[in-house]
Nanobody, 120 residues
Framework: QVQVVESGGGLVQAGGSLRLSCAAS????????MGWYRQTPGKQRELVAR???????NYADSVKGRFAISRDNAKRTVYLQMDSLKPEDTAVYYC??????????????WGQGTQVTVSS
């Protein structure tokens, strides 16, 4: 069973930075896309940033210019560098790994989430 594990959350003051990491393990074939989503109580989970295996990225408008997503295919790891953090960035951040499980099937696996809290 594929495992997706995040790390790097925590408490930071507004204007500060954090770096999240996420690694996928027990992958037989390969990881296609990877991404970060976030969720606050009472709201739906929303896209923060996503990256393809070839390095094509897309970001939520609210984080453009402040967050940067990157990945290491060999390590099956994705990173999210978060700068100029704002209180409204406070949320549980979830990692997504789109894993190729057969030659034609990609399955989404989610991490358990990591809390990011930005104080004003």
């Amino acid at each position: 069973q594929v495992q997706v594990v995040e790390s790097g959350g925590g408490l930071v003051q507004a204007g500060g930075s954090l770096r999240l990491s996420c690694a996928a393990s027990r992958v037989i074939f390969r990881v296609n896309y990877m991404g970060w989503y976030r969720q606050t109580p009472g709201k739906q989970r929303e896209l923060v940033a996503r990256i393809t295996r070839d390095g094509i990225t897309n970001y939520a408008d609210s984080v453009k210019g402040r967050f940067a997503i990157s990945r290491d295919n060999a390590k099956r790891t994705v990173y999210l560098q978060m700068d100029s953090l704002k209180p409204e960035d406070t949320a549980v951040y979830y990692c997504l790994a789109g894993v190729l499980t057969t030659l034609t099937t990609t399955v989404d696996y989610w991490g358990q989430g990591t809390q990011v809290t930005v104080s004003s």
